[in-house]
């Protein structure tokens, strides 16, 4: 089992920053993927960013590319979305993912509870 635990959301104002956190408990953090995704009200939940298990190869939806950057430290067991030049858009849940990358995306294994951000114009 892993838990996984987000902080770091709240209200920003458009154009702002906020960076999103999510530590990981239980089996051995380096063993997983690590993603990101959100879910608007009426939406469905979608991807937004991933990293690799040795930090390498971030991915992320065009929708935050250039703007979101997500990162992980494995001493700290911890994997960080950086969200720059936020969009009333980006408001969301947004929900930590620990998972493997596939072929085709990223399979999640386990979630987080999730944490608000929420963006005014």
């Known amino acids: 089992q892993v838990q996984l635990v987000e902080s770091g959301g709240g209200l920003v104002q458009a154009g702002g920053s906020l960076r999103l956190s999510c530590a990981a408990s239980g089996r051995t953090f380096s063993s997983f993927a690590m993603g990101w995704f959100r879910q608007a009200p009426g939406k469905e939940r979608e991807f937004v960013a991933r990293i690799s298990r040795s930090a390498g190869l971030p991915y992320y939806a065009d929708s935050v590319k250039g703007r979101f950057a997500i990162s992980r430290d494995s001493a700290k067991n911890t994997v960080f979305l950086q969200m720059n030049t936020l969009k009333p858009e980006d408001t969301a849940i947004y929900y930590c993912?620990?998972?493997?990358?596939?072929?085709?995306?990223?399979?999640?294994?386990?979630w987080g509870q999730g944490t608000q951000v929420t963006v005014s114009s």
């Open positions: 993912a620990a998972g493997r990358v596939t072929a085709t995306g990223f399979l999640t294994d386990y």
